[in-house]
């Protein structure tokens, strides 16, 4: 059962089992000709059995959900910004950061739900019961209360998450994400220019835990921290986003990255030959066993490119290795026996549906001579 429907079963999980849940689940998608997903006939399913409303805990929020009832602690309270609307008129926006044992997540009140602000009636520690819009905002997934919304004060001991996330933990769209982990690859800042014609700095660390590795983007004055291979850094209040088709760890003004002297464990993942399948990014080690000629192309940008391929093989078989670009360069030298370790390469068909390793700028390649 999906994770967004084993929290809404939970909710009604002593009126029926969870295979009867399930089939009531289909029934509805199919009543409803497709017009809802699998979440919205879930809960409809639940009002069904009685369910008066269905909360989401906070962890689950994604901007897709649109309307969402959930309850938090209140962990900060923001003053009220007042902004001229295009009418002329003036507006007023707060922000409240609610967090429940699986999250953290901003809500922003807007105008008259703003005034609970400056009344005093919203502080921190509060537990609330808060009926908002899901959303995507700036700093990843938030919770929008205007005038069809609702909040209200809830009795509840509510024991907000403390600890740091494990990679594997961390989805898209996550907001106020903190994590602990190894750099498994510091990464080199570089210089770009922004729309206004200033320059900017930028830099793509590579980090890892026990349960994976993700990317954490640095930026301007942060992007020229010192960081080695194996220190452990510690990331407070960022954000999640899908890029590329993976997630990773983006910095804002609010979000501290440092160093911690806490250990963290770290290996790198190997995929047999045998078990590599088109479509994933995999890391596999071996043997050079075959060189194939640097070819040149002509990019769609009318510059010209480099591609040559080699050849893998572990104990379980052979697959080919496409090198791009700058990697090309590391042919220098290379010989069959070498010892290769391709890092985080895509894995996909290629000639006559022969599957190959594709490696992209975020691939690590390492050759070493035969002892």
């Not at 809404?8 to 017009?35: C, H, N, W």
């Not at 509840?156 to 190894?182: G, T």
Request: hydrophobic fraction near 40%; proline fraction near 3%.
């Amino acid at each position: 059962m999906e994770a967004d429907l084993e929290e809404i079963y939970s909710q009604v999980a002593s009126q029926v089992t969870p295979d009867e849940f399930l089939s009531r689940v289909e029934e509805k998608v199919v009543l409803m000709a497709g017009l809802c997903d699998r979440r919205t006939a879930g809960m409809l399913v639940a009002r069904d059995l009685g369910a008066s409303e269905v909360l989401t805990k906070i962890g689950s929020i994604r901007p897709e959900m649109g309307n969402v009832t959930f309850v938090g602690k209140v962990m900060s309270v923001s003053e009220i910004r007042e902004f001229p609307r295009s009418d002329g008129s003036l507006g007023r926006v707060a922000n409240l950061m609610l967090a429940d044992e699986t999250g953290t997540v901003r809500v922003a009140l807007w105008d008259e739900t703003a005034e609970l602000v400056r009344s005093g009636d919203l502080k921190v520690e509060q537990c609330l019961k808060i009926r908002g819009l899901a959303k995507e905002g700036y700093a990843g997934t938030e919770v929008s209360l205007g005038r069809s919304g609702g909040i209200e004060e809830v009795d509840l001991d509510i024991k907000p998450r403390a600890e740091p996330y494990k990679i594997s933990e961390i989805k898209r769209d996550m907001s106020e994400v903190s994590l602990r982990a190894v750099v498994v690859d510091p990464g080199e800042a570089r210089e770009f220019v922004r729309k206004d014609g200033n320059k900017g700095l930028v830099r793509t660390v590579l980090l890892g835990d026990e349960t994976g590795k993700i990317n954490l983007t640095l930026w301007n004055e942060q992007a020229k921290m010192a960081l080695a291979k194996g220190e452990t850094v510690e990331v407070v209040n960022g954000s999640s986003r899908e890029r590329y088709g993976s997630v990773e760890i983006q910095t804002g003004s609010y979000t501290v990255v440092r160093k911690s002297s806490d250990a963290v464990s770290f290996s790198e993942k190997m995929t047999p030959v045998s078990d590599l399948k088109p479509g994933a990014l995999a890391s596999v080690a071996g043997f050079v066993t075959g060189l194939g000629e640097v070819r040149e192309f002509q990019r769609d940008d009318g510059k010209v490119g480099r591609v040559a391929s080699i050849y893998i093989s572990d104990a379980t078989g052979r697959v080919k290795v496409a090198l791009w670009g700058d990697h090309v360069q590391l042919l220098q030298g290379l010989d069959i026996g070498y010892k290769a370790e391709i890092i985080d390469a895509m894995a996909k068909s290629g000639w006559n549906d022969e599957l190959e390793l594709s490696c992209g700028w975020r691939t690590r390649i390492t050759f070493a001579p035969p002892e």
